[in-house]
């Protein structure tokens, strides 16, 4: 068994979720003169490759340490989505189950086909990661819940669409432009298609279900495209945890892996050994 990393590099470039705190790094001590090099950390919970816990929205739910491990690793299934999705656009189940062999209560992987907008990629580009990336209406989570679906993880900065979220008042020059979209696209504008009551329903509408998300996933998750396998995500047993920075890994047999290898070592590579996505989006 060997494992295929789909987790993003994490430093002080690694932008989080806007406004939230970034990750801070500093020496309080040096080899030189104390015989150790040692580091204080400060960020949120929601920077890199992170799991949101059931109490980040829902106040009587499980916190990241009440969180089992057979919950958190088990069968699941990488969509891509990546061709068929671009700026803005609304993703449906209809899409998914067109491209993958899905299960009731699989952990799902969406690769949106976003990561490639992550700060560790030669596209970077923060405000298409956080502020243009697809994400979901009320229909998809109906459908997950309806196939018990464990746990989700998605390949840019929420799982939710981000017009559906704050960030639809923080940046109204952003949301004209959404909205202008949406109208051209789907016939709706964006007051229409997320009105009040869908507000951040992949948060609000899944988690007291216990259907919780991992935001920002990345590194070779180009690979397993349409793949299923085992996968697991592995936070800090993080008590009175609402959310927590994990790592995120798919299990592969040896066999696979080296035919994965194989292919990987085609590609281009990001700086930190990574798959470069060779997605062009709507609009790039």
Known sequence: ???????????????PWPTYEPLQVKYFKRLAPNGANG????????????????????????DIASLPLDFLVGPGVVVDLSDAVGDYDVYTSEMVEARADIHDGDILIINTGYHKYGWDQPEADEIRYMVKHPGPNREFAEWCKRR?????????????????????GWMPRFAKECDQHMREKYGQGLEEI????????????????????AECLGG??????????????FPWRFVDGESSISRIVAFVDDAEYDALMEEKAKRKHTRFGDTVSGVTHKGS
Request: charged residues 20%; proline residues 4%.
């Open 148 to 168: 018990k679906i464990r746990w989700i993880g998605v390949d840019c900065g929420s799982a939710d669409h981000p017009f559906n979220t704050a960030i639809r």
């Open 1 to 15: 068994m060997k494992l295929i990393d789909l987790t993003i590099p994490l430093g002080i470039g690694t932008p």
């Open 39 to 62: 580091q204080l950390v400060t960020h949120s919970n929601h920077v890199g490759t992170h799991l949101d816990g059931e109490i980040h929205f829902y106040t009587p739910g499980r």
């Open 194 to 213: 997320f009105e009040d009551d869908k507000y951040q329903l992949m948060h609000i509408e899944l988690f007291n279900h216990g259907i919780i998300h």
């Open 220 to 233: 070779d998750i180009d690979l397993l495209n349409g793949r299923r396998c085992t996968i697991g995500c």
